[in-house]
């Protein structure tokens, strides 16, 4: 399943490239859609208020980490903990010291900017709905992102679900190749859709990295004390959004 996957992504890449690269090489942005005539703001609204109906959440979460170029892997268990507008904690059992070395914490911050998604993705980014597919056999806006201000990032392409407003599917590409790619499974919870499963692949030219993640138990909206969080390093390694 994995190859087929791998497969897909590229698929998807090689075809957003053809449509959309100008004979100079140089990418922009399509100022319509094709197939489809939402806008990148107001899919974006759509999103928030989705995710706005979750103003707490806690959750137990199985995680198995595998460095790749390194032959090296561990599982952990442990607790999400969210409270609005930005508070997270991630509890993991025994986190070993290789997952924090320089080398590897471009995967924390590549996870970190894809939990950021679903803010305001107008704000920082110049974004651009590209298209509809079906993913999974789920209808999905394909929107392709473009930071404002000069960052490592190059562009992030993601598949926004067109009735729940969830994210199952997303690939940030960094300007020295690098990728970082994300599926989610959701199921109700609470009212609101929550990942159950996430898998992540990360893949630079010192570091390739597998990140699979299951979450249970999740409780949406039970108050969560300022408190908790004091002292708690902030962390959205296994983010359920």
Not at 47 to 64: D, G, P
Not at 159 to 172: K, N
Request: hydrophobic share 40%.
């Amino acid at each position: 399943m994995k190859w087929l996957f791998a497969v897909f992504v590229l698929g998807a890449m090689l075809c957003l490239r053809l449509i959309y690269t100008p004979a100079n090489g140089s990418e922009k942005l399509p100022e319509t859609s094709l197939r489809t005539n939402i806008s990148s703001q107001e899919l974006s609204n759509r999103i928030a208020t989705a995710y706005n109906k979750i103003n707490n959440l806690s959750a137990n979460v199985s995680i198995h980490f595998k460095l790749i170029n390194a032959g090296i892997g561990f599982d952990s268990t442990g607790a999400f903990y969210y409270k609005e507008p930005d508070k997270t904690s991630l509890q993991l059992n025994g986190i070993p010291k290789f997952l924090l070395d320089q080398e590897n914490a471009g995967v924390l911050r590549s996870v970190d900017i894809l939990a950021g998604l679903r803010r305001e993705i107008t704000l920082e980014y110049d974004a651009g709905v590209v298209d509809q597919i079906k993913l999974d056999g789920k209808l999905c806006y394909t929107v392709k992102l473009i930071p404002k201000t000069k960052e490592d990032v190059a562009r992030i392409l993601v598949w926004v679900d067109a009735e729940q407003y969830t994210m199952p599917l997303a690939i940030l590409i960094y300007n020295d190749g690098s990728t970082l790619t994300q599926k989610k499974r959701y199921l109700p919870c609470g009212g609101v859709y929550v990942a159950k499963e996430i898998r992540t692949f990360y893949d630079s030219p010192k570091t390739q990295a597998e990140i699979d993640a299951s979450i249970q138990n999740c409780e949406v909206n039970k108050p969560i004390p300022d408190s908790f969080f004091k002292n708690r390093k902030a962390s959205n390694l296994v983010s359920p959004f």
